[in-house]
């Protein structure tokens, strides 16, 4: 059976797409749990309305504390021996958890991860051609350095959606409460417990981006705090002497995180974060730039990247306050 986690808060026009695309799925031994962090719409009586009429819906409600409190409730309460995970504002296709559930048999894979598509708001995607056609490609990566690797290089993904995993993985993890970006968070210990991590090629999970999201608000002390979280636990393996293999890759993802522009300009803008706040990051953020920069650009990733990036890079090494005033002023050029 599959337990499948979905979080709501506040998502009364998308929820009603979201449940219908769980209740049909071809994959049918399911055990649905919905949590409802305590939402002020009326989100929570319509997940009622559907617990009515499927007797695999179970709804927790409680006081709005966060989607890691949200999804550590789930997986406290669930009993399945797999465990999928969806935000109530999105949904997926018919049969992704058949086939996730399939390639897992298929590659004896811990985790099993597809591809998503990302559109605004509640429109609908078509589905892609692929889907339902039963051909798709995968790669399956067998230790903790190239997962590491191949997550530095985009090919798969922190995000807990669009995944299924063995039910044994979450036994003793949980999520971090307070911060944002949980899943970038507890991926190195997610993985660290997995043999074996199979990326399939179909589109299956649809992420819906919408306007009042998370990453479109204005940057508070929550995002500052969650930034140094996720600084703090990939600066902890970099710097650990067993994981020497994995130096580079992680060196990779965080100069390139480190030099996000969109990130580091709503930063900048940020009425929400002191300046003396932006200072002391800015400082931290330098010196492990710095740090990580030689082993960076050794890495396969970074030599694939622009050389607009690549400057990017290096400019942030050498200066934050400099390389502000430059993305400024391309992104004003660029009207972004």
């Excluded at 522009?261 to 730039?289: D, F, P």
């Amino acid at each position: 059976m599959i337990s499948i986690l979905v979080a709501v808060y506040n998502v009364e026009p998308y929820i009603r797409r979201c449940l219908d695309s769980i209740i049909c799925q071809t994959y049918d031994d399911l055990e649905i749990i919905i949590v409802n962090d305590g939402s002020s719409d009326s989100s929570g009586d319509i997940c009622e309305e559907y617990a009515k009429i499927d007797s695999r819906i179970q709804i927790i409600h409680q006081p709005n504390g966060g989607l890691s409190v949200v999804r550590n409730a789930g997986l406290d309460a669930a009993t399945g021996d797999y465990i999928g995970f969806i935000d109530g504002d999105d949904y997926i296709e018919p049969d992704m958890y058949q086939h996730l559930y399939q390639v897992m048999m298929q590659t004896e894979s811990d985790i099993v991860q597809c591809k998503s598509l990302e559109h605004k708001g509640n429109s609908n995607c078509p589905a892609p051609q692929n889907c339902l056609s039963g051909e798709y490609n995968s790669f399956t990566l067998y230790d903790f350095d190239s997962m590491l690797e191949h997550f530095a290089n985009k090919l798969i993904v922190a995000s807990v959606w669009g995944n299924l995993y063995k039910a044994e993985i979450f036994e003793d993890l949980r999520f971090s409460p307070g911060f944002y970006g949980q899943d970038t968070i507890l991926f190195p210990d997610i993985i660290a417990k997995c043999s074996s991590f199979t990326k399939t090629d179909l589109k299956l999970y649809h992420y819906c981006r919408r306007e009042d999201s998370i990453t479109k608000t204005e940057k508070t002390q929550t995002h500052l705090k969650s930034r140094l979280k996720v600084i703090d636990t990939y600066m902890r393996i970099y710097n650990d002497p067993a994981r020497i293999n994995a130096k580079k890759s992680i060196a990779f993802f965080l100069c390139y995180a480190l030099a996000k522009r969109q990130w580091n300009l709503a930063m900048k803008k940020s009425s929400r974060i002191s300046s003396l706040e932006k200072k002391e990051y800015y400082k931290l953020a330098k010196k492990i730039a710095r740090t990580c920069y030689n082993d960076a650009r050794n890495h396969v990733g970074y030599k694939k990247r622009p050389i607009y990036e690549k400057v990017c890079f290096r400019m942030f090494c050498l200066s934050p306050t400099i390389y502000l005033y430059v993305v400024r002023f391309v992104s004003l050029f660029m009207g972004k």
